[in-house]
């Protein structure tokens, strides 16, 4: 899926920390709930879309979009910082999310997924693309590039594309 959009000069890079508490699996839901927090990744989020980047506001309300927090898990913004438009931000082997705002003016997450050489999904898939509301609720699309050049356009295409590949199911 190409990006048709003129590249900015600069863009926003969000890097998160995805926590889990432990102790609430044995939580019964009653009184304070223990706490065992554990680190269990994160992810990098950019925003591009110079509109998004010259609003404070904009930038506030997906900091707020992507940041959770309840007795089993939470999601926060660990580093923040403006980087150049051509610079890495991520190791390949990282899936990296391009926060936009749609024509509806929904912000939605576009999640590329580079399969090449340290994926872990089937060899014969060279990029996996998702396309997902921030928020979580709403309409999700998935595109998989192959090797063959073939794109496919859902997971059922997948496994078309890849029974006519030759894989094994």
């Not at 309300?61 to 939470?74: A, K, T």
């Not at 390949?92 to 749609?102: F, G, K, S, V």
């Not at 024509?103 to 998702?130: C, L, P, W």
Request: aromatic share 8%; charged share 25%; glycine share 8%.
């Amino acid at each position: 899926m190409k990006n048709t959009l003129t590249p900015p000069a600069t863009k926003l890079v969000l890097n998160t920390q995805y926590m889990e508490n432990y102790s609430s699996h044995d939580w019964d839901g009653t009184g304070k709930c223990p706490q065992h927090w554990k680190p269990k990744g994160g992810s990098t989020y950019v925003v591009t879309d110079e509109s998004l980047l010259s609003s404070p506001e904009s930038l506030e309300e997906i900091r707020g979009m992507i940041e959770h927090s309840d007795e089993y898990s939470s999601v926060v913004v660990r580093g923040e910082c403006t980087v150049s438009a051509d610079a890495t931000v991520c190791e390949d082997w990282e899936t990296l999310n391009e926060i936009y705002r749609a024509e509806d003016g929904t912000y939605r997450v576009k999640s590329v997924t580079d399969n090449r050489d340290h994926g872990s999904m089937r060899h014969q898939i060279a990029f996996k693309t998702a396309d997902r509301p921030l928020s979580g609720d709403g309409d999700f699309s998935v595109e998989y590039e192959l090797t063959n050049g073939r794109v496919a356009h859902s997971d059922e295409q997948l496994r078309v594309e890849l029974t006519n590949m030759g894989v094994k199911f």
